[in-house]
């Protein structure tokens, strides 16, 4: 019998539904459609990459709302479909993924919160393989997935490296004399290692400061610095591309505050900053990240009662999408054949 040359295409490693045959607005909201991580089934384990929230905003130092992102982003999520045109990955090929719920959280604790949502986190899929996407709540939440990150990969020594997408540097000390905020998350990280902030990278900072002593501690610790302003020059850009080539293979986290990107193109946020990357700019800058290797990755700062029409949350479902591909493309599995 004749054999034939026609290439079998692997099985999906996720399940999703069929969106000609079941519609997008219909069933119980996931994050893209993935299946609930208890529902995975054997053949799909373990998971790759699982998605939860953390529905959470008392560390806000202005606007509060942030608590509702994980539900809003859920919901906008519903449109994502799994093929990255530009970077010819499909996700769904790639990984296994799923949605593992929401974390506990203590609301009138913010410390309390960190920690319950830290241990959550550390009991998502298998431990030693599942990568950890967080969706937020407000930015002091990006610790506890770092944390769980941190400690899931062993507690490498000297921390991991990190990519910072953020409008602020959100490595202030205390506020209204309490240090755990969404001002401080980074701050805590570097100071029990587990970041290197000599192999972290704060792009988009822009905007008026309190005191120029507001980038003291990015340039004490070492932080490098990639401003709005510096991503408009080709010298910013090359800038991206060192940082890049200098962290190399090393295990490496993104987090992703939606301020990042221009109010005019994400308003559903606590802290509005003007002067921003549209939507599309922003895609492009996290493109240039292909190749880093991703252990962990957080999306936060959504705030749906100031999101008309839904645009912030859209966005943020979209950069979820754009750190998946990300991923995909550094496992080098990025082919659908």
């Known amino acids: 019998m004749a054999m034939s040359n026609t290439p079998v295409k692997p ?5 999703l539904p069929n969106a000609r045959e079941f519609p997008r607005f219909a069933g119980i909201s996931t994050f893209c459609r ?6 995975v089934p054997s053949e799909q384990q373990p998971v790759d990459w699982a998605l939860y929230g953390i529905p959470y905003d008392g560390g806000v130092t202005y606007r509060p709302g942030a608590r509702f992102g994980p539900r809003a982003v859920r919901d906008a999520s519903q449109y994502i479909k799994p093929v990255h045109l530009e970077h010819g990955a499909n996700i769904a090929q790639v990984f296994s993924l799923a949605d593992a719920g929401d974390s506990p959280v203590k609301p009138y604790s913010c410390k309390e919160t960190l920690d319950a949502a830290c241990e959550f986190a550390k009991t ?3 431990p030693s393989h599942t990568k950890l996407l967080a969706v937020g709540g407000d930015h002091s939440t990006a610790y506890a997935n770092i944390r769980a990150t941190w400690e ?3 507690k490498p020594k000297g921390g991991l490296a990190m990519i910072h997408f953020d409008a602020h540097l959100d490595t202030a000390g205390p506020i209204w004399g309490e240090s755990w905020t969404h001002a401080s998350p980074f701050k805590h990280a570097i100071e029990e ?15 008026p400061l309190n ?10 610790h070492g932080i490098q610095i990639v401003t709005y302003e510096d991503c408009t020059t080709d010298a910013g850009i090359s800038r991206i591309d060192d940082f890049l080539e200098r962290i190399g293979p090393d295990e490496t986290y993104l987090t992703f505050d939606i301020d990042c990107i221009d109010p ?3 308003p559903g946020t606590g802290t509005p ?7 599309a700019e922003a895609f492009d800058l996290l493109r240039l990240c292909a190749g880093a290797n991703l252990v962990g990755a957080d999306v936060v700062e959504v705030l749906p009662d100031r999101d008309p029409a839904g645009i912030t949350a859209l966005a943020a479902a979209h950069v979820m999408f754009e750190i998946l591909a990300l991923a995909a493309v550094s496992s080098g599995l990025n082919d659908e054949s």
């Open 264 to 266: 005019a193109f994400a």
């Open 152 to 154: 899931r990969r062993g």
């Open 273 to 279: 900053c003007c002067g921003g990357f549209s939507t």
């Open 124 to 126: 998502i899929g298998q």
């Open 211 to 220: 005191t120029a002593d507001d980038l003291q501690y990015a340039h004490v």
């Open 11 to 15: 099985p999906l490693r996720t399940t």
């Open 34 to 39: 993935f299946p609930l991580i208890d529902t």
């Open 193 to 207: 290692g587990l970041i290197d902030p000599k192999r972290m990278v704060s792009i988009g900072i822009r905007g």
